[in-house]
Structures are given as C-alpha cells and as structure tokens.
C-alpha cells in the first residue's frame, strides 16, 4: 500500500501502516485518489526536525470525510491504538490541529529524536523512496516562518495500490486539475531559476557587498562570543569621542567649549572608578546630527589646556545597551521612568554606589556627580533635570561662561596644592606599593576578562561541533554496524565452506576405505584360494605315495 508523489525537486514513495493505521490511510490515499495533494506546497520546513505539507486549502487543510458526510466532518479524531512513535528519520504523520483532530496535513521527520511528537501526531508511514528529495527539501533556504523561497510543490499524485473501498459518493476527476492562478503566480523562486546577487553590479559594489557581507558576519560572531549585545546596535551618530585631554580638565570645561556649536545633551569626562582621577578621554552627546558634525570637523587637532586634542565619532553602545537594560528591568519591577526621576532627584545620594542622588548628595571617592548624572541621563534618555544645566545652556557668550567658571578653576587648583602640602609625609615607598597593587589589580582583571572571552569561544566551538559529533558518531554507529554484519556474513559463509571441506573429506575417507577393505577382501580370497590349491597338491602327493607303497 504505497503512493507516488510527484514533486517539483523529485519523486518521493510513500508505504503507508494500513493495518495499523486504517482510518488515517484511507483519508490521505482518497484526498490522493481526488488530486487534492496537487499543486499543494510545502510551507514549513525545520531543518534537521521537520517537514511540513498538505494545506490543500491554505486555510489548515481538511479531511475526506467533510465531501462525504459534511462541515460537521472536516477533521477526524486521531488514531492512538497500536502506539506508533517517531523514533526514525523520514517518519510520516498526520498533523494535529490543535483539538486531537486530523485534516490533511501530514509531516515527514528528518531526525531520529523527534519524540516530543508522541503523542500529539499519529504516525501513519514512511518513505520508500526519494531520501535524496527529501535531503533536498530540509537543505532549502527557508523565511523567518519556515517557508522555502524556493517554490516546491506536489505536481501529481499517484496511488500505487488502494485496499480501500470509496466512502460514499466521491467525486472521481476524469483528469488532473490544472494549476491555480495562484501558483502561477507565485512569489517563490521556481525550481531551477538562477539566483545571481552580484550581476549587474560594476566591480566597485561588488567589493562593497564583499566587505558588507563579512562585516555583518564579523558582527554576529561578537554577538555570539558576548562582545555585543546586539548584533544589529549601531552607535549614535550625535555623539563625539574626545581623547589626549589633559587631566585636569573637567566636564564643565568641555562644554563651555564645544557649546557654541549647538545644545548639548550630555558631556561627561571619564574617570577612574576607584581614584576619581581623569582617563583624559571624553563623550559628547549633541542634540542633533548637525552639529555633531560641525564640531568633528572644526575641533580635531585643537589646543585645549595646553594638549591638543584628537576628535571622533563615538563608536560605543555601552549607554544605549544600559538605558535599554534600565528600561526593560523597570517595566520587569513594575516601575515607570517617573519612578526612576523621583528617586534620581531626592533624598541623599550615594556617589561612591551611583544609586539615586540629589543636589546634596555625597561625593565620595571623586565620582558621586559623575555617576548621578550618568545613571540619570541613561533613565530619563539622555535630559537633565536639574536647574544649573537649565541656566548653563542660556544664550550667554562664551568668553562670559569662560571667565565665570575661571574662579572655580583657581579654587581648584589651590585645593589640589595643599591636598599635595598635607600629603607630603607620605613617602614614594607607599605610592610605590599602591600603583603596583592597581597594576596587579587591573593585571587580574585583564587575565579574568581572557578566560572568560576564551571561555565563550571555547562554548562556541563546542556548539559548532555539536551537530558535527552527532553525525559522525552516527557514520561511526553506521559503520560498526555494516562491519558486524558484515563480519557475520563472512563467518556464516566459512561456516559453510568448512562443512562443505568436512563432507567431503568424509566422502573420500569412506571411499578409501571401501577400497582398502575390498582389497583385503581381494587378498584374502587369492591367499584361500593358494591354500586351497597346496592343499590339493598335497593330497594328490600323499596319494601317489600310498599308491607307490602299496606297490
């Protein structure tokens, strides 16, 4: 009980459990018996998993019985006596629809663990034939829901043998229907059409494509190891890197100088975590494209507190992949972002722990300011919410702003001259000893960041090699298998060459013997025969004796 299909990348033969499966057989040898299957495509395929066909209607398909007996019978329940389960490759079952019920949509698996379909699908045959079609279908490039670009189809039904009588009344077409309008025009690439990306592109695209191409590979392999969290995060285009700062500026003096080209957002100066000292780099968020721009082009190169200064366009996502996580864990907490503005704007801050802080909060370790308005930028979206940064971006001059700060940069520096003062019994030993341990420290740091890194490209080769594994230690399980038999073959044919070397050995050991017995039987008759004969010589002698004695 088989039946042929006949589809756009080959013939696949179906053998179908009519014994075991009666009902589920003869619903899909009569849809194939009315050309239902024609033209049908295949619109699902996992790879290595499943492949999915039959939607005869593109609305879920529906059973022989709704031609027969009605709506109330578009689906059938599914058939659970005897248990059959998918415990191999190119398995054919019929697809549930969700309620325990079967229509005409069947599956073919192309794994031997597809046991999370116990139970759900009714397994109702198997491929015959047509392995490498079906090889080819689960290779085919498929859309983010399952379905090939490539348009294949079943062209034709063929019933190889039906045991099954016709229910009812069916409508037997005189010929195959032609194709739907539909199919003709399809969407899909049909079977054989040449998919050429780079004709037509002058040698110049060409190269771009290339490079484009292996960028974005490039980006889905950090993403992968855990060096970006989205492959698809670009970085914003209205912010500067700033770098060769010296270390005694400070935020406030970076934007009184890039300012007069256009409001800033932001502009913060890095610091060490634990000393507060100046990194001597900086970020600077514009509020629009333009005037990122302009400052990039005027700014590079510039003389700022005697270093000159070397502008770029920032090329880290670390602030938009915070201000994303912040969001998504203040919706997970059942806060919103005038939760996160109330408890960024009152009660006394911890600078040294960056949680909160206000106006009055405490600057601790040198980076208290810097971290509030760091974490209060990344919750409110980059907006400042307190007064001073409302007045520091009036329309003043900038020689006006430069001159007001002035005073508090002397007040600073004559603060950073007697810390010095008071700090002078401090001997080099000890600043020895603190710049060694920072060293050891960021030295560890360093070590644990590689393991880690080799850690994740470690795991991504193990799950590259995963599939691999499994393949060859099936090709090893096949091979075992083919040498055992193989090896039994070989014994059974030696056992029947050694019998046969026995019988005859026997048969010319019997035939030996014969001869040697019927030669002694030979013997013993001529050596009676000679005895018989002296025996009559003597006589006759003995004879003429007694006659010439009586004489």
């Known amino acids: 009980m088989s039946v042929l299909l006949e589809t756009t990348l080959g013939d696949i033969v179906i053998d179908l459990f009519t014994e075991e499966r009666p009902r589920t057989s003869l619903n899909f040898i009569k849809l194939c018996k009315l050309k239902m299957y024609n033209f049908c495509a295949v619109h699902n395929v996992q790879r290595n998993f499943i492949i999915q066909c039959g939607d005869i209607d593109d609305k879920g398909g529906s059973s022989i019985f709704r031609l027969v007996y009605g709506e109330q019978a578009k689906f059938f329940e599914r058939e659970t006596v005897p248990k059959l389960k998918h415990t191999n490759r190119l398995t054919v079952s019929m697809v549930n629809d969700g309620n ?40 085919s490039y498929c859309d983010e829901k399952g379905r090939p670009y490539q348009d294949i189809r079943i062209n034709h039904t063929v019933i190889l043998h039906d045991p099954f009588d016709d229910p009812g009344r069916l409508p037997i077409p005189s010929r195959s229907p032609s194709p739907p309008t539909h199919v003709l025009e399809s969407d899909r690439l049909a079977v054989g059409e040449a998919i050429n990306r780079l004709e037509g592109l002058t040698t110049e695209e060409v190269v771009e494509y290339i490079e ?5 590979a490039n980006t ?80 590079d190169n510039v003389l ?140 560890r740091r360093y070590e644990r960041k590689v393991e880690r890194s080799d850690d994740r490209s470690r795991e ?3 799950r590259e090699d995963r599939p691999r594994d499994q393949e060859e230690r099936r090709d090893r399980h096949k ?44 013997i013993r008759e001529l050596e009676g025969s000679i005895k018989s004969k002296k025996h009559k010589k003597e006589k006759k002698k003995h004879k003429k004796r007694e006659v010439s004695v009586s004489d």
């Open 100 to 139: 325990g019920m079967h229509g005409s949509q069947f599956l073919i698996t192309t794994t031997d663990c597809a046991d999370t379909l116990d139970g759900v699908h009714t397994v109702f045959g198997t491929i015959a034939e047509g392995e490498d079609v079906i090889w080819q279908i689960n290779e």
């Open 212 to 216: 484009e191409k292996e960028l974005k």
């Open 220 to 299: 889905q392999m950090l993403e992968i190891i855990g060096d970006l969290p989205d492959a698809d995060m670009k970085p914003p285009e209205n912010v500067l890197f700033v770098c060769k700062l010296n270390p005694v500026t400070t935020s406030d003096d970076m934007e009184i100088i890039f300012s007069r080209f256009g409001t800033i957002e932001s502009c913060e100066v890095i610091r060490d975590w634990k000393t507060g000292d100046s990194l001597c780099y900086a970020f600077i968020e514009f509020s629009n494209v333009e005037d990122c721009e302009s400052a990039y082009f005027k700014m």
């Open 304 to 443: 700022i507190d005697e270093r000159r200064i070397h502008v770029d366009f920032s090329q880290s996502v670390s602030k938009l992949y915070f201000s994303r996580n912040t969001k998504n864990q203040m919706k997970f907490n059942g806060k919103t972002e005038e939760d996160g503005e109330r408890r960024g704007r009152g009660g006394r801050g911890r600078g040294g722990s960056g949680r909160g802080g206000g106006g009055r909060g405490e600057r601790r370790g040198g980076r208290g300011r810097y971290d509030e308005k760091r974490q209060r930028d990344d919750i409110l979206g980059g907006r400042r919410g307190d007064g001073s940064s409302d007045r520091r971006r009036d329309e003043r001059g900038h020689e006006g702003r430069r001159e007001e700060r002035r005073p508090r940069y002397d007040d600073r520096r004559d603060d950073d001259d007697n810390r010095r003062d008071r700090d002078g019994g401090r001997n080099e030993r000890t600043r020895n000893e603190d710049r060694r341990d920072r060293s050891r420290d960021d030295k």
């Open 460 to 462: 991504y080769r193990r």
């Open 479 to 522: 091979d075992s298998d083919e040498r055992r038999e193989k090896t039994e073959r070989d014994s059974k044919k030696e056992g029947r060459r050694e019998k046969k070397q026995r019988r005859r050995s026997e048969s010319s050991d019997n035939e030996q013997t014969s001869k040697s017995e019927n030669l002694k039987s030979k």
